[in-house]
């Protein structure tokens, strides 16, 4: 009687453990399956305010070259046009260094129906620069077929002064580029010091058309980026920016006079953009901003007119500057002609899982 008890309390105590065992596996499995859902609920999300953060990009198609000998090889030019925020940097940076700069102007007759489009564009400049308690400086070389000395100022923190000179522009003349830059050079030597950053941003919208005799090459083209080359072997701490303003804007000089300063070329195809262009490179100046690029890189795809596609990946071009990218898709399994190019944005999410973000441009063979 006793060993009939004995064996149902043990059969009850391993039912009693069954069930417990049970129980734990079943939490085991809804646990793991909760974490599955959370970690995919939580990856979609990441997705949704990606793909919402993308919306503002955008990346412009400037040209397509397609190779005469092989349409199959194609030279593509980028212009990264919007998204790219200017941030300041954290709370407590350490002290930034003083800095002055020079806008050399072109205040030719061909500028003369887009003057306010440049006297808004440097007024923006004169001021980001001197916003804060900082000690910079700024100023101003106007130049038509020489140093136009009555649109001028030199080195100032004096917003007045400056804002007064800026509005009273009215342009006239031919085009000295190098007379430009020989003068803002002749100023930074005299007026500021070694110890301070400094900058020159020359600006044009048309060809150099007279030469200087202190550089002597008999090429007004080449005078100006002898000058560049010049300023920047005799004024120390020096980086040349160099803008160019509308289709008829000298792009390989003014490439050449940015690389001769250790600066960068900028194109602005309009007014907003040339305001745009000065903004940023007043940013950069002041060395408080950072590009946040709001993508990995970005996914070229290519359409033959048999439907087929191939996608190719590139990196980001720099806010505001044309980017040229060569592709040959002789060995992607693609038929000539190439009818039709995409551009998206490309993120990769914390798992490393590549978004792709809304179509930013198209080209299309008509």
Not at 51 to 68: C, V
Not at 120 to 127: D, F, G, I
Not at 151 to 161: A, C, I, K, P, Q
């Amino acid at each position: 009687m006793k060993k009939g008890l004995k064996s149902q309390k043990n059969k009850g105590m391993s039912a009693v453990i069954a069930y417990i065992v049970l129980i734990s596996l079943a939490l085991l499995v809804i646990g793991l399956f909760w974490g599955i859902i959370r970690e995919r609920l939580m990856e979609e999300k990441e997705v949704i305010e990606i793909k919402s953060s993308l919306m503002k990009e955008r990346i412009d198609i400037k040209n397509i070259n397609f190779n005469a000998a092989d349409s199959l090889k194609i030279n593509i030019t980028l212009k990264k046009t919007g998204g790219t925020f200017i941030s300041k940097k954290p709370d407590s940076p350490p002290p930034l260094p003083d800095v002055d700069v020079i806008s050399v102007a072109d205040l030719s007759g061909s500028m003369f129906n887009q003057k306010n489009a440049l006297i808004r564009a440097n007024l923006n400049l004169t001021e980001r620069l001197l916003e804060s308690k900082s000690q910079n400086r700024v100023g101003i070389v106007a130049y038509g077929g020489t140093v136009l000395s009555a649109y001028s100022v030199d080195l100032t923190n004096d917003t007045g002064l400056l804002r007064s000179k800026i509005e009273s522009w009215n342009p006239y003349g031919i085009t000295c580029i190098c007379c430009g830059i020989n003068e803002a050079a002749s100023k930074l030597l005299e007026q500021s010091s070694n110890d301070r950053l400094k900058s020159i941003i020359v600006m044009s919208d048309g060809m150099a058309n007279v030469r200087c005799s202190k550089q002597g090459t008999r090429h007004p083209s080449k005078d100006a980026i002898r000058a560049a080359c010049d300023a920047a072997a005799d004024v120390q701490n020096l980086t040349i920016y160099s803008i160019g303003f509308g289709r008829r804007a000298d792009s390989k000089t003014l490439t050449n006079i940015s690389k001769c300063g250790n600066g960068e070329y900028y194109y602005a195809e309009d007014i907003d953009e040339l305001i745009d262009t000065y903004t940023v490179i007043a940013e950069e100046i002041k060395t408080e901003s950072k590009e946040i690029k709001k993508f990995d890189y970005i996914k070229v795809v290519f359409y033959d007119s048999a439907g087929r596609s191939v996608s190719k990946e590139a990196e980001i071009p720099t806010q505001l500057i044309s980017k040229t990218y060569s592709f040959d898709l002789n060995s992607e399994g693609l038929t000539a002609p190439i009818v039709r190019i995409e551009i998206y944005p490309v993120v990769l999410s914390s798992k490393g899982r590549e978004i792709i973000g809304p179509l930013l441009d198209s080209w299309e063979e008509l």
